[in-house]
């Protein structure tokens, strides 16, 4: 007999009914990997959304004097490095440097001319990445010597920069915000078309099942990237066209999956014994079988977003997908693949997020699925 | 009877699982003891533990469940041992038989193979050596044909030829003890017999103990020379089985004696209205067929089958696993095709359609087997036993609605604030009053309770049993009850229908079936689930174990 099973039932006098939901989010609670995840997930959506917000760069400027500065806690410029962004900047204001000094972030300058020497050359100070706020302090009469005061900008990358400059913390998080939002809509896509299809085709059954499953059939013989590609050929490439394409191929999966699920419930007898009291098809397949579906469903929903993900890296390592400046994490680690020598950390840093993220919704997954196994009741 | 040396030996067992609502303890503190050669009988209903108790000695709890104690086998506490210990004892000395043949048969291997297998590893035979000693051991437990069954699959045996194929598994090491977990529980009545007269048999001839876990109380008369009664986690009586069945000490076991359904339904008066009537009624399952996919082979479940079914009426229909029986009962309720004519309160309704069908769906009722498949896991009991009214009187309010599930939950002698819960908070004879419930608040005129009780402990089924008769009594409703136990259709039934193949095999008024059944099969049937005499005192008596 079942005796386990009665035994772990809840003492039946307990008055205040638990639904199968709240039994599953019980068993959620209980396991620790799974909670980690989900608050780790939430707070990587967090960091995402708003960050960009919080961090002084943008994603799109570049630095042309921090071209691929590796990460550090400590502000920029180093002492070392202001001697060099000060040749750059004399360089272009065609001058010599005669003396020069730092002091209280403040840089004091003496410069020397073969021409007399122009106040408006102070711009080029302040379009550098370094100085700003360039005060001109003293000329010689005759104007070919100028002493002038900028003030040393303090600037932090905490995860570098890239190739031409650009703060990767910003360009990060960015594109985190790039591959969730195509993770979630392609996998609510997915679910959405995956879900309808499937259940219609399991809960009708007979032919109109057999039509539908080899319409999927057909679709599944398709190769993706092929597909992908020639949307791109046709289409141009196009944000919203890789949720239509990714989103296109993976229902397939959930709707062989909801269709097992729905020919099984209709199996059932709370099924037959809804038929014997006269309830209509709607109402059946209102009360009884899309419930009793949502538990595989949001598993698979689970698995689908990393999936998801990882296709649109895919696509965007081989080019197709989202286009500079905009960026995604398949992006930068592809960039970041390149300059592997180099600087790591530019493949370190989107890695570590995509990973862990991945890993994460993987957990949540896992822990879903024991959370919501019958067989485990 | 003689003193015997004591081989396995429990003592104070504690069982205890983990679960997310704090630890329940399955077991409380058991002692037994099992002689060499004896049969021991635990009895118990559904989650008493006896099950736990053994799966505790065989160290095959759940991974949440954990065990405290002593398990003795000849002198070696089994708790103690690491696995590999375990092992040389497991499955050699002492072995097990489970409740479901149809699972513990690997569907992928051949019987022979499975059979070979482990005596290879226990005994380290070669292979024709084992193929020579699997063979005996068919012959022994009466498998005919064994070279043939050798190389067949488990899905070519019937559930009584892959019991006795796991009897031969587990006998295949000369077992000291065999432990059989309600090893008859999922099979025919006719079949249940021959399996407990082959156990019988095969006791003498090799003397091992058996310890026979179950919640039949008649299998222990019959079959135990000890018993040990069992309710929530405790041993409550035990002794001699014919002192334990004659002289009851403890109260529990006394209600568990009287459990078996009693009583009997008087006939309706002979001029009562006839209200659901089927004339020749065939059912044809077509099975393949299709695109592609070849011949259609046509399975004719029902074959010309005429019911009349009275007002006030209970007709019991009798018959074992694929007679056709619950098909006939759905067919009747047009909830599956069939042929011949069908006539509710004088109408035909042998043609309609769906929605012809649905105003009259309220009236023609269905109880189902399995209280745990028939309610829907993620709806509240409340809304599983109003939804009928949401389709035949969809004019009530919500408030309405509660008050009627209320009353219908009261009815059928349930907590009305039991209806904020969801099914799986409640036990087997809770849902099926759930269901009964579900079937009662639409008032119809005719319920088909297809096996209501067969899924439930003896002393829930007297209850559940009483409990549409008083419905009965009180709102003049009639039964077609179908069911596989013969007393609860004694108790139940004013006619009976024996059916066999999806044919008739006899009818008539309950008494005249059960006082002298005319049919063959009718007398094996009644033989089988009546007969009290015991298998192993007299083996003149015993059934003829080979027919299957």
């Known amino acids: 007999m079942t005796d386990a099973a009665v035994d772990n039932e809840p003492a039946a006098n307990v008055v205040v009914g638990r639904s199968l939901w709240g039994d599953a989010w019980a068993r959620l609670k209980a396991n620790r990997a799974a909670m980690f995840s989900l608050f780790y997930l939430g707070l990587m959506a967090l960091v995402c959304i708003a960050g960009p917000w919080f961090v002084p760069h943008d994603y799109t400027t570049i630095y042309s004097d921090y071209v691929r500065t590796p990460p550090s806690t400590e502000a920029y410029p180093k002492a070392d490095m202001v001697k060099g962004a000060l040749d750059d900047v004399l360089k272009r204001m065609r001058v010599d440097l005669k003396d020069w000094k730092l002091e209280d972030g403040r840089a004091t300058i003496t410069v020397a001319g073969t021409r007399p020497i122009d106040e408006r050359y102070l711009r080029y100070v302040d379009r550098s990445d370094t100085f700003d706020d360039a005060r001109m302090e003293a000329k010689s009469p005759d104007g070919l010597e100028m002493t002038f005061s900028a003030a040393v900008k303090q600037q932090y990358f905490l995860f570098g920069t890239d190739n031409v400059g650009r703060d990767l913390l910003s360009r990060t998080l960015v594109a985190g915000r790039i591959s969730l939002a195509i993770g979630l809509l392609a996998g609510v896509v997915a679910v959405t078309i995956g879900v309808v299809y499937g259940a219609t085709a399991g809960f009708l059954g007979g032919k109109v099942d057999e039509v539908m499953m080899r319409i999927v059939d057909v679709l599944y013989s398709l190769p993706f990237i092929f597909f992908v590609i020639m949307l791109v050929v046709f289409f141009g490439r196009n944000f919203v066209l890789m949720f239509l394409a990714v989103g296109a191929v993976l229902w397939l999966d959930m709707a062989r999956i909801v269709r097992g ?19 209509r098809q709607s109402g059946i397949l209102k009360r009884h079988v899309i419930p009793n579906l949502l538990g595989p469903v949001v598993i698979y929903m689970t698995l689908l ?10 696509l965007s390592f081989l080019g197709l997908g989202v286009q500079e400046p905009m960026t995604s994490w398949g ?26 993220t991945l890993f994460a919704l993987n957990f949540v997954g896992d822990g879903l699925r024991d959370a919501l196994d019958p067989k485990d009741r | 009877m003689t003193a015997r040396e004591t081989i396995l030996d429990v003592r104070d067992l504690k069982v205890r699982f983990r679960t997310l609502d704090g630890d329940v303890e399955a077991v409380k503190g058991v002692n037994l003891h099992v002689g060499a050669g004896e049969t021991v009988a635990v009895v118990g209903e559904s989650g008493s533990g006896k099950s736990q108790t053994m799966m505790a000695a065989m160290n095959l709890l759940a991974s949440n469940g954990e065990a405290a104690g002593a398990v003795d086998y000849r002198g070696r506490n089994l708790l103690g041992l690491s696995k590999a210990e375990l092992n040389t004892i497991r499955g050699s000395r002492i072995s097990m038989i489970f409740q479901e043949p149809m699972t513990s048969l690997d569907p992928l ?20 050596a084992a193929h020579e000693h699997a063979l005996n051991l068919l012959r022994l437990v009466h498998i005919p044909e064994p070279e043939r069954r050798m190389k067949s699959y488990p899905h070519e045996l019937s559930g009584g030829q892959r019991q006795r194929i796991m009897i031969a598994m587990a006998l295949a090491n000369d077992p000291d003890i065999l432990i059989a977990d309600e090893p008859t529980t999922a099979l025919d009545v006719t079949i249940q017999a021959q399996i407990l007269s082959l156990l019988a048999e095969l006791q003498s001839k090799l003397g091992m103990a058996i310890v026979f876990i179950t919640h039949d109380l008649g299998i222990v008369r019959r079959f135990a020379d000890r018993v040990y009664v069992m309710r929530r986690g405790e041993v409550v009586e035990e002794g001699e089985a014919e002192a334990v069945f004659t002289k009851p000490q403890h109260p529990y076991t006394r209600m568990l004696l009287a459990a078996e359904p009693t009583g009997h339904k008087a006939p309706p008066p002979a001029n009562a209205p006839i209200l659901l009537e089927g004339r020749n009624i065939d059912v044809t399952f077509s099975i393949g067929g299709g695109f592609l996919s070849g011949e259609t082979l046509m399975l004719r479940a029902v074959d010309h089958i005429s019911v009349r079914l009275k007002r006030n009426q209970t007709i019991g229909i009798v018959g074992e696993s694929g007679s056709g029986k619950s098909t006939l009962g759905r067919a009747l309720l047009r909830l599956l095709p069939s042929d011949g004519v069908i006539r509710f309160d004088d109408r035909d309704i042998s043609h309609a359609d769906v929605s012809a069908m649905r105003p009259l769906r309220r009236e023609l009722q269905l109880v189902f087997q399995d209280p745990f498949g028939s309610l829907s896991p993620r709806m509240t009991v409340g809304q599983i036993v109003t939804e009928g009214l949401l389709v035949h009187e969809p004019a009530l309010t919500a408030k309405q609605r509660d008050q009627r599930a209320v009353a219908a939950l009261t009815e059928v002698g349930l907590d009305p ?12 004879g809770q849902r099926q009053r759930i269901a009964i419930a579900r079937a009662m608040i639409l008032k119809p005129k005719v319920v088909v309770l297809d096996e209501p009780t067969s899924a439930l402990d003896r002393s829930v089924q007297k209850q559940i049993v009483d409990l549409p008769r008083n419905l009965q009594a009180d709102h003049g409703l009639s039964y077609l009850f179908i069911s596989h136990d013969l007393a609860v259709v004694r108790a139940m039934a004013d006619y009976i ?35 009290t005499a015991r298998f192993r005192s007299d083996h003149g008596s015993l059934l003829p174990a080979s027919r299957l």
């Open chain 1, 261 to 279: 699920q729905a020919l099984s419930i209709r199996r059932h007898e709370y099924v037959q014994a809804a038929e014997a009291l006269g309830v």
């Open chain 1, 305 to 314: 977003v990393p999936h998801v993900i990882i296709l649109e890296s895919f």
């Open chain 1, 331 to 356: 992006v930068l680690i592809s960039v970041g693949a390149h300059n592997i020598g180099s600087a790591n950390w530019m493949l370190l840093f989107p890695a570590f997020f995509l990973v862990s």
């Open chain 2, 109 to 128: 291997y051949t019987i022979g193979s499975q059979l070979i297998e482990p005596i290879r590893r226990h005994r380290g035979l070669s292979r024709s």
């Open chain 2, 417 to 428: 604030n039991a209806r904020n819960r969801y099914p799986h908070e409640f036990s087997g």
């Open chain 2, 497 to 531: 229908i024996v059916m066999k193949e999806g044919r008739i095999v006899e009818e008539g008024p309950t008494e005249a079936i059960f006082d002298a059944p005319r049919d063959a099969y009718t007398q094996t049937l009644m033989a089988a689930a009546l007969d």
